[in-house]
């Protein structure tokens, strides 16, 4: 991808030549699309950063990984990374820095819009294709897809939208938006 000194070094010429390859690039994959007899999308982190939320793994100039800030940290004042935070294992051995990175990623989530690139796959699902002859597969924790109007979504990695007892109590699944309050709404008398 082409950093800004470069786009900015394009001649007129060449910059109206790019247009118009992705120009015809759209159309191509338009064309592929109506034509085809199934959907399926494959969508990762770059759709939720798109909605400006955190990803959970981000990477430096030179390719290398850099830890991301989850803003909880353990007793020792050390930051905590997702991997430690997002697991079984942290809900039991501390569960309140569980519930703390948990909750802050849900108001994060719950505060976000589908962007235009959810809404198009949501349209896509239910304009062009009949309802099983698309599905969307989702590395996202987001419910982002859901909230746009796809249907027939799988979440490989689960849903932080929806939660479940820890200890073996009962199979029911919560939609957290039903359960939790918002952090903006008022309370009630």
Known sequence: MADDDDIRALSTAELRLLHLMREERCHE????ILAADFLLVATG???SAGCGLKTYRSYSADGSEVPVSTGVSDAEGAEL????????EALRVAPRCFYAFALGFYNAAADAKPTAGYR?????????????DSFVFTSNVDGMHLRAGSQRVAECHGS????????????????????????YSQPQP
């Open 81 to 88: 990374r997702y991997e430690e935070l997002a697991s079984p």
């Open 45 to 47: 982190a770059g759709m």
């Open 160 to 183: 932080k939208m929806r939660w479940q007892c820890a200890a073996p109590c009962r199979q029911q699944v919560w939609h957290a938006a039903e359960s939790l309050p918002s952090p």
């Open 120 to 132: 198009t796959l949501a349209a896509w699902q239910q304009l062009l294709f009949d309802p099983d």
């Open 29 to 32: 994959a338009a064309a592929l």
